[in-house]
């Protein structure tokens, strides 16, 4: 195999046994590295890996040729042959250098995480946003690690009285290096493309967003950790058509539907892709959209399966994302899921205590949902606020943006000020502090 070829795509139907290896630089660290090979052992299994062995290493520094040490790297190599392992997946990003110094020692297929999950996701993408969004992430992560491939270039350099170390092989040299280019370059267009057929997809999407937003129907996204049970709880809530796998990543793409609370006030239901811990860059950028449904919604439930001995970490993981959205501070439920299957009472009231209205819940029992259904109403009814204005004309862009985002009541002219009755979300309060009047 040539160093850097190998990829997750060039494994056989039949070449599934893989090694994993995690490192952690001291003791305290190395239950979270063994925690995080059992998510990558998941992430294999998603993908139709199995996992043979999971191998946390040790390390004082990371090595910039081999990211692990050449004594690990020998007994990993070891372990591979005895073991009959057909790829190697480190849990950590290695670099593209390191990636081929790794697979010319190892004679093996080896990928890090960011490549797992992206072949994850570009086995379960099924829309073309998902589709495009897939082969974004794939594009840019690849980028770094073009290399010339041509065979015929090396069987040229090794054969005949031209292909020794004189002018020959420069010549060859600079052939190579013109091929990486045009690679570069095709890669290069098909990014611009594939951004482009995106915005296509973001403008329809943002479309359908006014359209609801012009409803005043309250929106509901469910977040969550990828595998907490989100499209289990949407379609107990709906009885929608949407796909249940125990398997991570098995929602990629979003689903709306309509649901009546026990008041009879109707709102929408998100169900959104899973967030995961380390999740790559490139990953929240090309999906940023779909998550932005999270951002647009007007509460967020965050699911935690709270029978996973990882349910506080997975919670703060998603936390980070919704961070990363500028999101952490929308009106969220906290949703405790399969607690008939929890037997950590402790973690449950820590969670409890951490996250402010919080509900206990099972989505596939349907066990305490009068209780969600109790707090999603109150919530609705704290998402907005009715409030007396005097805006001076000069702040226009403001009252433009009420009359867009909130309801007028009433509204009158004084001067060169404007009068406003507004009922208005939550979220602009701040924004209109200053021009609020007393009733």
């Known amino acids: 195999m040539e ?39 998941s992430l ?36 591979a042959v005895e073991n009959q392992i057909d790829v190697i997946i480190f849990d950590d990003e290695i670099s593209p250098q390191q990636q081929r110094n790794l697979e010319k020692t190892f ?27 897939v082969d974004l992430a794939t594009l840019r992560y690849q980028m770094p690690r073009l290399r010339r491939m041509w065979t015929h270039l090396s069987r040229q350099r090794t054969g005949g009285s031209g292909g020794g170390a004189g002018g020959g092989g420069g010549y060859l040299k600079g052939e190579g290096e013109k091929q990486i280019e045009i690679d570069r370059r095709i890669v290069r267009r098909r990014l611009d493309r594939l951004e482009s057929d995106l915005e296509e997809v973001k403008k329809a999407r943002e479309t359908q967003r006014r359209a609801r937003k012009r409803t005043g129907v309250p929106t509901f996204a469910i977040i969550g950790y990828t595998n907490a049970g989100k499209s289990t709880l949407m379609k107990a809530l709906t009885d929608a058509d949407v796909l249940v796998e125990d398997k991570l990543f098995a929602t990629l793409d979003t689903t709306t539907r309509k649901f009546l609370l026990p008041n009879r006030q109707e709102i929408l239901l ?29 509460i967020l439930l965050h699911l935690i399966d709270v029978s996973s001995p990882f349910a506080e970490s997975q919670a703060e993981a998603t936390h980070e994302v919704l961070k990363e959205l500028g999101a952490e501070n929308y009106p969220m439920i906290t949703v405790l899921n399969k607690a008939d299957l929890s037997k950590n ?7 409890r205590v951490k996250y402010p209205k919080t509900v206990e819940i099972s989505a596939l029992k349907k066990e305490n949902f009068d209780r969600l259904l109790e707090l999603m109403t109150r919530e609705i009814s704290l998402l907005r606020k009715a409030v007396r204005l005097r805006v001076p004309q000069s702040h226009y862009a403001l009252v433009s943006e009420l009359m867009r985002e909130g309801k007028v009541l009433s509204c009158e002219y004084e001067g060169n000020d404007i009068l406003l009755e507004v009922e208005i979300p939550r979220i602009l309060e701040k924004k209109v502090s200053l021009f609020e009047v007393a009733g």
């Open 3 to 41: 160093p850097g070829q190998g990829r997750l795509v060039d494994l056989t139907p039949e070449q599934k046994r893989a090694l994993l290896v995690g490192t952690y630089k001291s003791s305290a660290e190395k239950q979270q590295c063994v925690d995080q090979l059992d998510e990558l052992d």
């Open 44 to 79: 294999c299994t998603t993908y139709g890996l199995e996992a043979i062995l999971k191998i946390p290493c040790p390390i004082k520094s990371y090595d910039a040729a081999t990211f692990i040490g050449k004594g690990k790297v020998e007994e990993i190599l070891n372990l």
């Open 107 to 133: 004679e093996k297929i080896t990928v890090d995480r960011t490549e797992l999950i992206l072949g994850v996701f570009a086995q379960r993408a099924h829309t073309r946003e998902a589709k495009i969004q």
């Open 270 to 298: 998100i169900d959104t892709v899973g967030f995961i811990r380390k999740i790559p860059h490139m990953l929240v950028a090309a999906f940023k959209s779909t998550l932005e449904e999270a951002v647009q919604a007007d």
């Open 345 to 351: 009472r402790l973690l449950a009231d820590k969670l």
